[in-house]
C-alpha cells in the first residue's frame, strides 16, 4: 500500500470503514464566529468528541498541532484553498485562490488536504482556474504521499440549487478522476439523490453539514447519507457551533458507526 493509502485509511475507522470528521475551517473565510472567539478552547471541545480526523487551516495547524501530537489523536486534515463565492464573495465579485502549497502542508504534519471543486461560477475562467488547481494538487500531493479531497459543492452563482443530486454527481465523479481520493459534497435531500452521487463516484463520499439545524435534522439527514452510500460526515457548524456538543457527537458516532 503507498503512504496515501495508508493515511486514507486513517482517516476510516477500521470495524465500520466509515468516518466521523470535524470542520473547522470557516473561521478561516469569515475570522471569529459564535461558539469560536477562541480558537484553541474551541478545538479543544472539538478534540473531546473523539472524531477521526479534524479540518483546519494552514495557521490553527501551526499554533495548535501540538493537540494532535499523541498516539490515537485525530488526524489533521489542512484547508489548503480559498473560495471567495456565496456569501464569501469580494466586492460582490467571485474569486479562487489556492492558499497552501500540499508540500507545505504535509511538513505542518497534515495527514490529507481537502480544497474546493465549486460547479457553477459565472466566470468560466474561474472554473477552468480552479479544475487546473485541482488537478495540480493532486499530482503534488501525491508526489509527497497526502490524500487529497476534494469538496464538490455547487456554490457558484449561477447554481439555483445547491443540492441537485445531478450536478453534484457529475461535479463529484469529475474531481475524482481529476485525482481525488475522497469527496466531500452536499446532502442532496434524500437517500436516493446520494445514492446517485455514491454510487457514480470511485472514491469514498462524505457529506457536508451546512448551517447549524437542530439535533432532529441532524439525525435525520445524517441517517438518510449513510443509508445512501456516503462513508461518513465532515460536519463543522453542526457540531462545534451548539452548546449540546456532546449530545450530538454521541449521536453522530452512533448514526456513522452503526
Known amino acids: 500500500m503507498s503512504g496515501i493509502g495508508v493515511r486514507l485509511g486513517r482517516l476510516f475507522r477500521k470495524d465500520t470503514g466509515r468516518s466521523f470528521m470535524?470542520?473547522?475551517?470557516?473561521?478561516?473565510?469569515?475570522?471569529?464566529?459564535?461558539?469560536a472567539d477562541d480558537a484553541s478552547a474551541t478545538l479543544d471541545r472539538i478534540l473531546s468528541?473523539?472524531?477521526?480526523?479534524?479540518?483546519?487551516?494552514?495557521?490553527?495547524?501551526?499554533h495548535f498541532g501540538a493537540?494532535?501530537?499523541?498516539?490515537?489523536?485525530?488526524?489533521?486534515?489542512?484547508?489548503?484553498?480559498?473560495?471567495?463565492?456565496?456569501?464569501f464573495r469580494k466586492a460582490g465579485t467571485e474569486l479562487y485562490r489556492m492558499v497552501l502549497d500540499p508540500e507545505h502542508a504535509a511538513?505542518?504534519?497534515?495527514d490529507a488536504a481537502v480544497m474546493c471543486l465549486i460547479d457553477g461560477f459565472e466566470d468560466p475562467e474561474y472554473a477552468a482556474e480552479?479544475?487546473?488547481?485541482v488537478a495540480e494538487a493532486?499530482?503534488?500531493?501525491?508526489?509527497?504521499?497526502?490524500?487529497?479531497?476534494?469538496?464538490?459543492?455547487?456554490?457558484?452563482?449561477?447554481?439555483a440549487d445547491q443540492k441537485d443530486a445531478e450536478r453534484l454527481a457529475v461535479t463529484s465523479r469529475i474531481a475524482a478522476e481529476l485525482g481525488a481520493d475522497a469527496i466531500k459534497t452536499q446532502y442532496p435531500g434524500s437517500?436516493?439523490?446520494?445514492?446517485?452521487?455514491?454510487?457514480?463516484?470511485?472514491?469514498?463520499?462524505?457529506?457536508?453539514?451546512?448551517?447549524?439545524?437542530?439535533?432532529?435534522?441532524?439525525?435525520t439527514f445524517t441517517r438518510g447519507a449513510i443509508a445512501g452510500g456516503a462513508r461518513g460526515v465532515i460536519f463543522g457548524r453542526n457540531v462545534w457551533q451548539r452548546d449540546d456538543i456532546a449530545d450530538v457527537a454521541a449521536m453522530l458516532h452512533r448514526l456513522v458507526h452503526a
Open 107 to 110: 511538513k505542518l504534519g497534515a
Open 67 to 87: 493537540k494532535f501530537g499523541f498516539a490515537g489523536a485525530p488526524s489533521i486534515v489542512a484547508r489548503i484553498d480559498y473560495p471567495m463565492v456565496a456569501e
Open 49 to 62: 468528541t473523539r472524531p477521526e480526523a479534524v479540518l483546519i487551516g494552514p495557521g490553527l495547524i501551526k
Open 22 to 35: 470535524v470542520a473547522f475551517d470557516r473561521t478561516l473565510l469569515e475570522g471569529p464566529s459564535p461558539h
Open 138 to 159: 493532486a499530482r503534488r500531493c501525491h508526489d509527497v504521499g497526502l490524500p487529497l479531497i476534494v469538496e464538490a459543492v455547487l456554490w457558484g452563482g449561477r447554481n
Open 130 to 133: 480552479n479544475i487546473s488547481a
Open 191 to 219: 437517500e436516493e439523490g446520494m445514492r446517485r452521487i455514491a454510487g457514480s463516484c470511485p472514491v469514498p463520499v462524505l457529506v457536508l453539514g451546512g448551517a447549524t439545524q437542530d439535533g432532529a435534522a441532524v439525525e
